[in-house]
């Protein structure tokens, strides 16, 4: 079906940051299939792991105990500052998991009919709830009738939460993304995370962060809350997790670990010991090769690269990242450079109509990240002074 308005390449091999399209022509990839491949393609320890477990065992269900599911749980967890894992299969799975996790806590609680704050221009996936969470009307349109049980508040703005909080007294969690990734790469203001955070403990709120882009090292931590020292009650995760291998993940701390018991939610493929399998490689890979660390010098060296060629340039509204999650906001519509960069080799991508999003693999080497700066500043050049 015609879901996708797709651009003219197709590729059919990659290694590193590198993809080779049907032609043989090469490209940087500076997306990372949007935010997946984190350790680039064909990552090898992830493709021997793969193979391997493919040979041994990859499905069993979840009626069954699956060792390698635990052990990722627990991997997980320990990074993450949580309690208890629920694996899926992608990012709105995730997120639906932690939806109903936030309306069970409710029930539990004495609140027929929770309802959970959701931030303007989030993006938290294409399923009916993930839909209705997100904030963005286009996204739902043709889709009424929503599913209720959510409030919308502005991003970044701790003050209307508190006017919500004063207001209702049905809410039972906030979700919400550290960076909103698809809204634009918009960062929160520092403390925006901790103030989340005092406000949900003082009204027994569960705080739901939204993972799925920012985690597994991208912003130069394992996850992004970690800069703020802030933990969560419930995160949810997948994209990187498995570098291209569909995994998602929700995990939860507390009382909000404990919520769901036997029977309340479910999947058939989730946690497979495949997916598992490649998803604890990752793991290995990133901690092993510090690939936190160099995101986030990584994405310094290209932030400063980035405003070093353009921050002059009239039309460039602002450069902002954190590790190598980097957003070049233009003062107009500028969907149609991508289509322009992958002329060049580069694959780039737009979002919120204005923002060129970069997202390499947290492996991209310095003469990489010269080259996306140096082909992106010259399309924003020529993007800027045609009429
Ligand atoms: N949440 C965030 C922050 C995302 O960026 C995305 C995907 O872009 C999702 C959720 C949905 O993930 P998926 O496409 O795997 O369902």
């Given at each position: 079906m015609t879901t996708y308005a797709r651009q003219p390449a197709s590729f059919v091999r990659g290694q590193g940051v590198w993809l080779w399209d049907t032609q043989g022509r090469r490209y940087?990839?500076?997306?990372?299939?949007?935010?997946?491949?984190?350790?680039?393609?064909?990552?090898?320890?992830?493709?021997?792991a793969i193979c391997e477990q493919a040979g041994m065992l990859m499905h069993t269900s979840n009626l069954f105990t699956i060792d390698i599911q635990t052990q990722l749980g627990q991997r997980l967890c320990a990074i993450a500052g949580m309690d208890t894992a629920f694996f899926c299969n992608s990012g709105a799975e995730a997120n639906e998991a932690a939806i109903k996790l936030a309306r069970l806590y409710g029930h539990n609680r004495?609140?027929?009919?929770?309802?959970?704050?959701?931030?303007?221009?989030?993006?938290?996936?294409?399923?009916?709830?993930?839909?209705?969470?997100?904030?963005?009307?286009?996204?739902?349109?043709?889709?009424?009738?929503?599913?209720?049980?959510?409030?919308?508040?502005?991003?970044?703005?701790?003050?209307?939460?508190?006017?919500?909080?004063?207001?209702?007294?049905?809410?039972?969690?906030?979700?919400?993304?550290?960076?909103?990734?698809?809204?634009?790469?918009r960062i929160p203001d520092a403390g925006y995370l901790a103030a989340l955070r005092r406000l949900c403990d003082t009204?027994?709120?569960?705080?739901?962060?939204?993972?799925?882009?920012?985690?597994?090292?991208?912003?130069?931590?394992?996850?992004?809350?970690?800069?703020?020292?802030?933990?969560?009650?419930?995160?949810?995760?997948?994209?990187?997790?498995?570098?291209?291998?569909?995994?998602?993940?929700?995990?939860?701390?507390g009382t909000a670990a404990q919520t769901f018991t036997p029977g309340a939610h479910g999947t058939t493929f989730g946690g497979n010991p495949l997916a598992c399998r490649a998803a604890l490689t990752v793991i290995d890979t990133i901690d092993r090769n510090r690939l936190c660390k160099r995101a986030w010098e990584s994405g310094e060296y290209l932030i400063a690269g980035l405003r070093q060629a353009l921050d002059s340039v009239e039309g460039v509204v602002e450069i902002q990242?954190?590790?190598?999650?980097?957003?070049?906001?233009?003062?107009?519509?500028?969907?149609?450079?991508?289509?322009?960069?992958?002329?060049?080799?580069?694959?780039?991508?737009?979002?919120?109509?204005?923002?060129?999003?970069?997202?390499?693999?947290?492996?991209v080497k310095r003469a990489e990240i010269d080259m996306i700066v140096a082909i992106v500043a010259r399309l924003v050049h020529e993007f800027l002074v045609v009429p």
């Open positions: 940087l990839d500076a997306l990372s299939g949007i935010a997946v491949c984190g350790l680039g393609h064909a990552y090898p320890a992830v493709t021997k004495g609140i027929n009919n929770p309802v959970v704050i959701a931030m303007e221009d989030s993006f938290h996936g294409r399923t009916l709830a993930t839909l209705t969470a997100t904030g963005n009307a286009t996204l739902q349109r043709g889709f009424e009738p929503l599913v209720p049980g959510f409030v919308r508040a502005p991003y970044n703005d701790i003050d209307a939460l508190e006017a919500i909080a004063r207001d209702r007294g049905d809410i039972v969690a906030v979700l919400a993304e550290p960076i909103a990734g698809e809204g634009g790469i009204q027994g709120w569960l705080l739901m962060l939204d993972e799925i882009q920012t985690g597994m090292g991208r912003t130069g931590r394992w996850f992004c809350y970690q800069h703020e020292e802030t933990l969560p009650d419930v995160i949810t995760l997948a994209k990187a997790l498995g570098n291209g291998f569909p995994i998602g993940a929700c995990l939860a701390r990242g954190r590790g190598l999650m980097v957003g070049i906001k233009l003062d107009r519509p500028c969907a149609g450079i991508v289509h322009q960069a992958l002329e060049q080799g580069l694959i780039i991508n737009v979002t919120a109509g204005n923002v060129i999003r970069l997202l390499p693999p947290l492996i």
